[in-house]
C-alpha cells in the first residue's frame, strides 16, 4: 500500500505541474458570443447560437449509446458538460476529467484519409463520449478512493496511471468503427505504418508501439490500441475489456504492480507483451497474404537528394513547367517547406520557402503560383483561429495573402492566375467555394451549396470553366463536377463510403486516391463519354496526392514507407484494372472485428427527440468543485479546495494549513475573473500565529494582492509570438502581537514580456530561431522605499548541425539596499549562495545543446527513455559592490519580531569578496560546466526531463568546499 501511496503522490504531483496555466489560457471567447443550451439526465450541451442541429443530433448520439451501447465499457453513468467550438481551425475533440467536461470542435479535416464517409460529429461525439464511459466506469474501487481524496486530481491521475494511452483511444477507435459503417478500423490509411514495417521486415517492441519513438516512425498508440481492443474481443468476446476494465481498479496486493496488464491476462488470456505479439502475427500474415494476389505495377521511385534511411515526408508534390517539380518536404528534424526538383527525372533540390504554422501543409499550384493556407490567432481570445490564404509568386519570387483571415481551406490559383479558388465553412457549418480575385482580394464569387455537402479539394478545369470537388453527405463521399457558367452540379464519381481524397486533372481525365481495393491507390476517371474509373497503381503500402505531367505523360504521387513520404511515378496510360461497378462499402481492414448484438451503425437510425433551447450566460461561475486535497505531513495539516465553470474564464480556490509546532493557522484563497481580455487575479493570505501572548514570536500576517493582466498572442509564419502586460498591487499588514509594533509595506509590481520562437520539428532541442525578453519593476514603500529593476533575455540561435542550438541568456538588475521583494534574476549556474547586491548585476550565458542518443530503451515497465542530450555551459556574473548583504532563504518566517532591516544577515564575506574582487568594487561569479539529460516517459503517463549538472565555479565561494558542484534538474515536459 505504502508503494501505491507513493506512485499515486508522485502522478498526482506530476499533473499538477502539468495543468498549471497562465492567464492567456484562462477564458478564450469573445465577451459578444451568443450561447445556448440543451440538455437531459445524460449531458448539457453548450453551443454557439444558431447550432441547434448540431447539438441535438450530438446529443441523441451520445444518449442512445449511454442507454444502448455500454455492456463493452460498462453502465456506470455521470452527467457530463460539453461544448461544441465553431470558431476553433482545428479537427479536434478531447475530453477532460480535471475538471470532467468535454469540448467538441466543429471543423473536419479537410483530407478525407484521415477521417473515412462518417460525418465528422457523428465520429467525434462517438469517439469522445467512449472517452466519457471509460472513465467514468474507471471511477469505482481505488480510482473512487482516489477521487475521494482529491477529486478529480485523483480520479484522472490514478486512470492514467492504471490504464495504458492505447486502451483510452484503441477503445475509442474500435467504438466508431463498430458503431457506424465507416470509423478508423475501415481506412487503409489508418494501418499504412505497420504495413510498412511489415513489408520491410521491421519489428519493434511492445514497449516502443506505445510510447512512441524521436527516431523512427512508428504506428500510433491509436493504431496500436485498436489492434489490441478488437484482438481481445475476437479471443475473448466483445465484452472483455469491461471486465479487465473492473478487474483493474479492485482492490487487490497484486494490482500494485500494472494491474491493466493483470487484467488483461486473465480475461483474454494474454498478458499485453503477448497479445501484442498475437496482433502483430496475424495482422503480418494478412498483409502478406494480401501482396500474394497483387501484381506489380510499373511505377518507378524518383531518386532523392537524401541519405536512403533518413526519415523525411515529400508530400503534395505539383507538376510546372519545364520538368520542375515542387514538393513539400519535412522531417523529423525539419518543419515543413517547399522544395524545387529541377528536372526532377534527376532530382536536385532547391528550397523555395517554408510554410508558416497550419494544420495542413498541403499546397497547390497552376500559373506560376503556389498556394496554401496557414494559421491565424487571435491576439486576445485562445479558442479563436482562422486561416490566412498564402500565395508565392514564383515569377517575382514574392509572398503574399490573399484576403482577410477566415474559415479556409484547399485554395488553388487558376490557369489563368487570374484567380483563387477556396473551400469556406462557416460558424454556422455551412461549406461553400468562394472564388477570390487576386488582383483586387476580393470575393468575386460564391458558388452555391444549398445541400450543404461537406466540400473538399476542389481543383479547376484545364480550361478553367469547370471546377472539381470531392462531396460527401450522409456518410458516403463522391466527386462532384460543376460547370461554372451554370452552377450545375453532377456526381462524376458516384457516391461510396470508401475514401476519395486528392486529386489532379488534365483535358481527358480525373486522377484522384481512393481505398476501393482495401488499399489507397492511384484511380482515374475519364471526364468524355463513359465515366470509366481505372486503377493506375498497385502499391503495398499506400499511394497518395497525385499530380499530372503532362509533358512525360506521367503520373507523380507520394507512397508511403517505413521512412516516411518518398516520391514515385508511373505511365498515365498505364492501368491495373476497370472498376465495372464503384465499390459501395467499405470492408474492416486489420481483421474482424466482433460486435454485441446491440452494436448497432447509427446511420441506421433516425433520431427524432428534440429538446428545448435555453440560453446559456458564460461569465456566470455555474462552479462545481472539481479537485481538493487534504494532506498530513509531519506538523503540518492542510486542505485546498479548486473549483471552475465550463468556460474556465472563472476559477477560485481555498486553502487551509495548520502547524502544530507554532500553532499557526493559514487561510488563503484566489479567484480569478478571465472573461475579458484583461484578467483580473485577486489572492487573499491570512497567517495567525497562536502562541502565548507572552511569546515574543507572536504575530498576525495579512497578504492582500491584486492584479491585472494582459497576455496577447499571435502566429506570424513559423514563429509563435506573444506579450503580456501586468501589473499588480500587494498591501502587506505584519503585526508583532509581543511588541506592538506593526508594518505594512505596500508593493507595486509591473512586468512586461515577450517572446518569438520558431515551431520546433519532432528533434529540434530548441527552436532554429528564437527571442524572449522580460522587464520587472518592483517598488516596495514602507519606512523607506526599495527598488528593483530587472530585465532579462533569451536568444536561440541555430547549431552546427541539425538538431543541435545555441542558446544565449543575458541579464541586468539594479537594486536597493536592503531589498525583501521577490528576486526574478537568472543567476550564474552553479553558485548556491547568492548576495543580495548593491547597485547592480550583469548576467551573460551561453548554452550548446546537442543529442546524443536515441535509445527507446523501457526499464522495468516504470520508464521509457527516448532521448539522451547532453549541454556545454558557461555563465559570466558581474555586480558592483557598493554595499552588499546575504538573502536568507524564508529569512521572513525564521526571524519574525525583528525590524524589516534586520531580515537580512549582514555578514560580511570578506573572503568571497576578496577572492571575487578583481577590478575596483566588482563580484565576479563565472561558471563552465556539463549537463546530461534523458527525456522520458514515467508511469506510461507523464512526459518528464532529469537530468544533472556539473559546474566548475572559476570564482570559489567560501561556502564550497570545492570549485565543483554538482545537481539534479527535473522538469515536467520536453
Not at 521583494?821 to 549556474?829: A, G, I, M, Q, W
Not at 549562495?833 to 516504470?862: S, V
Not at 525564521?894 to 575596483?920: C, F, K, L, S, V
Request: hydrophobic residues 35%; proline residues 4%; contains cysteine.
Amino acid at each position: 500500500m505504502k508503494n501505491i501511496l507513493l506512485l499515486i503522490t508522485l502522478l498526482l504531483t506530476l499533473i499538477k505541474g502539468t495543468n498549471g496555466q497562465s492567464s492567456y489560457n484562462y477564458g478564450g471567447y469573445p465577451i459578444h458570443h451568443k450561447w445556448k443550451y440543451i440538455e437531459n439526465n445524460i449531458a448539457r450541451i453548450v453551443y454557439p447560437e444558431g447550432l441547434k442541429e448540431t447539438a441535438e443530433r450530438a446529443l441523441n448520439i451520445i444518449t442512445y449509446i449511454d442507454n444502448e451501447q455500454n455492456l463493452s465499457v460498462g453502465t456506470k453513468k455521470k452527467k457530463i458538460n460539453i461544448l461544441i467550438n465553431n470558431s476553433n481551425g482545428i479537427s479536434n475533440g478531447y475530453v477532460s476529467v480535471f475538471p470532467f467536461q468535454s469540448e467538441l470542435y466543429t471543423l473536419a479535416p479537410q483530407d478525407l484519409n484521415q477521417l473515412g464517409a462518417t460525418e465528422w460529429m457523428d465520429q467525434l461525439s462517438i469517439h469522445e463520449f467512449r472517452h466519457v464511459q471509460q472513465y467514468v466506469n474507471m471511477k469505482q474501487n481505488v480510482v473512487q478512493l482516489a477521487s475521494l481524496l482529491t477529486g478529480d486530481y485523483g480520479w484522472v491521475g490514478v486512470s492514467n496511471l492504471i490504464f495504458p494511452k492505447w486502451y483510452f483511444e484503441g477503445d475509442a477507435v474500435v467504438a466508431e468503427t463498430a458503431l457506424s459503417d465507416g470509423g478508423r478500423g475501415r481506412l487503409p490509411y489508418f494501418f499504412k505504418e505497420q504495413r510498412a514495417l511489415c513489408l520491410d521486415s521491421i519489428q519493434y517492441g511492445y514497449r516502443k508501439l506505445e510510447q512512441g519513438s524521436l527516431k523512427d516512425i512508428v504506428p500510433s498508440y491509436y493504431n496500436l490500441g485498436y489492434n489490441m481492443v478488437r484482438e481481445g474481443r475476437e479471443i475473448a468476446g466483445p465484452n472483455v475489456w469491461s471486465e479487465v476494465l473492473k478487474e483493474s481498479v479492485k482492490f487487490k496486493i497484486s494490482n500494485i504492480y500494472y494491474p491493466f496488464a493483470r487484467g488483461t491476462k486473465a480475461f483474454v488470456g494474454l498478458s499485453t507483451h503477448e497479445l501484442y505479439k498475437e496482433v502483430n502475427k496475424k495482422q503480418n500474415k494478412l498483409w502478406r497474404q494480401q501482396w500474394s494476389s497483387m501484381r506489380n505495377d510499373s511505377s518507378k521511385s524518383i531518386s532523392l537528394d537524401m541519405p536512403k534511411n533518413k526519415v523525411a515526408f515529400y508530400q503534395y508534390p505539383q507538376i510546372a513547367e519545364n520538368n520542375t517539380m515542387y514538393v513539400v518536404k519535412s522531417s523529423f528534424d525539419k518543419t515543413s517547406e517547399i522544395i524545387k526538383l529541377t528536372n526532377y527525372q534527376q532530382t536536385k533540390e532547391e528550397k523555395i520557402t517554408s510554410i508558416g504554422i497550419t494544420q495542413s501543409p498541403s499546397i497547390t499550384y497552376n500559373n506560376y503560383i503556389l498556394s496554401w493556407i496557414e494559421t491565424v490567432q487571435n491576439p486576445l481570445f485562445k479558442e479563436i483561429r482562422k486561416q490566412k490564404i498564402v500565395i508565392f509568386d514564383l515569377s517575382k519570387n514574392h509572398k503574399k495573402v490573399i484576403g482577410k483571415p477566415g474559415y479556409y481551406f484547399s485554395p488553388q490559383v487558376n490557369h489563368e492566375g487570374t484567380q483563387l479558388m477556396v473551400v469556406e465553412k462557416t460558424e454556422k457549418l455551412h461549406y461553400q467555394i468562394v472564388i477570390f480575385d487576386i488582383k483586387t482580394e476580393k470575393i468575386i464569387q460564391t458558388i452555391p451549396n444549398p445541400d450543404n455537402f461537406f466540400v473538399s479539394q476542389p481543383q479547376w478545369a484545364t480550361n478553367d470553366q469547370e471546377i472539381f470537388f470531392i462531396s460527401k453527405k450522409n456518410h458516403e463521399i463522391s466527386i462532384q463536377r460543376l460547370e461554372l457558367a451554370n452552377l450545375k452540379a453532377t456526381p462524376l464519381v458516384g457516391w461510396t463510403k470508401h475514401v476519395i481524397s486528392g486529386m489532379d486533372v488534365d483535358e481527358k481525365h480525373l486522377y484522384f486516391g481512393a481505398s476501393f481495393s482495401g488499399i489507397d491507390q492511384i484511380y482515374s476517371v475519364s471526364l468524355e463519354g463513359k465515366a470509366r474509373i481505372r486503377q493506375h497503381t498497385n502499391d503495398k503500402i499506400g499511394a497518395y496526392y497525385p499530380t499530372v505531367d503532362p509533358i512525360n505523360d506521367t503520373l507523380v504521387y507520394s507512397n508511403f514507407t517505413s521512412k516516411g513520404y518518398r516520391l514515385r511515378k508511373i505511365a498515365k496510360n498505364n492501368f491495373i484494372k476497370e472498376l465495372p461497378i464503384l465499390p459501395e462499402k467499405a470492408p474492416l481492414i486489420g481483421g474482424s472485428l466482433v460486435k454485441n448484438d446491440e452494436e448497432e451503425a447509427i446511420e441506421q437510425l433516425e433520431f427524432e427527440k428534440s429538446y428545448k433551447e435555453h440560453r446559456y450566460i458564460p461569465w456566470t461561475p455555474k462552479l462545481r468543485p472539481y479537485a481538493w486535497s487534504v494532506y498530513i505531513d509531519n506538523n503540518y495539516f492542510g486542505a485546498q479546495i479548486l473549483t471552475t465553470n465550463l468556460f474556465n474564464n472563472f476559477y477560485a480556490n481555498i486553502g487551509y494549513k495548520y502547524s502544530s509546532i507554532d500553532e499557526e493557522i493559514n487561510f488563503n484563497g484566489e479567484v480569478i475573473y478571465a472573461r475579458l481580455p484583461i484578467k483580473i487575479k485577486l489572492r487573499g493570505e491570512m497567517v495567525e500565529n497562536q502562541l502565548s501572548k507572552e511569546d515574543p514570536n507572536s504575530y498576525e500576517d495579512y497578504r492582500w494582492i491584486g492584479e491585472a493582466s494582459l497576455p496577447i498572442r499571435w502566429v506570424t509564419g513559423n514563429y509563435l509570438m506573444g506579450t503580456t502586460f501586468s501589473a499588480d498591487y500587494t498591501f502587506h499588514q505584519l503585526t508583532l502581537t509581543k511588541k506592538n509594533i506593526e508594518f505594512t509595506p505596500k508593493t507595486y509590481h509591473y512586468q512586461i514580456s515577450f517572446y518569438a520562437q520558431h515551431q520546433r520539428a519532432k528533434q529540434n532541442l530548441y527552436p532554429k530561431l528564437g527571442q524572449s525578453l522580460s522587464f520587472n519593476f518592483q517598488d516596495i514603500k514602507e519606512t523607506e522605499n526599495q527598488k528593483i529593476w530587472t530585465f532579462m533575455g533569451t536568444t536561440y540561435l541555430p547549431g552546427l548541425f541539425p538538431n543541435q542550438g545555441l542558446k544565449l541568456d543575458y541579464g541586468y538588475q539594479n537594486l536597493s539596499p536592503n531589498l525583501i521583494l521577490n528576486d526574478y534574476f537568472n543567476y550564474s549556474r552553479g553558485y548556491s549562495q547568492r548576495l543580495g547586491l548593491i547597485n547592480n548585476t550583469r548576467k551573460f550565458g551561453a548554452t550548446y545543446a546537442f543529442p546524443l542518443l536515441y535509445p527507446d530503451l523501457g526499464i522495468f515497465g516504470i520508464t521509457y527513455i527516448k532521448r539522451i542530450w547532453g549541454t556545454l555551459f558557461y555563465d559570466f556574473q558581474v555586480s558592483q559592490l557598493d554595499e552588499y548583504i546575504t538573502r536568507i532563504d524564508n529569512l521572513v518566517d525564521q526571524n519574525r519580531g525583528t525590524t524589516p532591516q534586520d531580515w537580512y544577515n549582514e555578514i560580511a564575506y570578506g573572503q568571497d569578496i576578496q577572492n571575487g574582487i578583481e577590478d575596483g568594487n566588482r563580484y565576479f561569479q563565472r561558471s563552465i560546466g556539463a549537463e546530461l539529460y534523458m527525456d522520458m516517459n514515467v508511469f506510461n503517463s507523464s512526459n518528464i526531463t532529469i537530468g544533472s549538472r556539473i559546474s566548475y565555479l572559476v570564482d570559489k565561494m567560501s561556502n564550497n568546499k570545492s570549485n565543483y558542484t554538482i545537481n539534479f534538474i527535473l522538469s515536467k515536459n520536453f
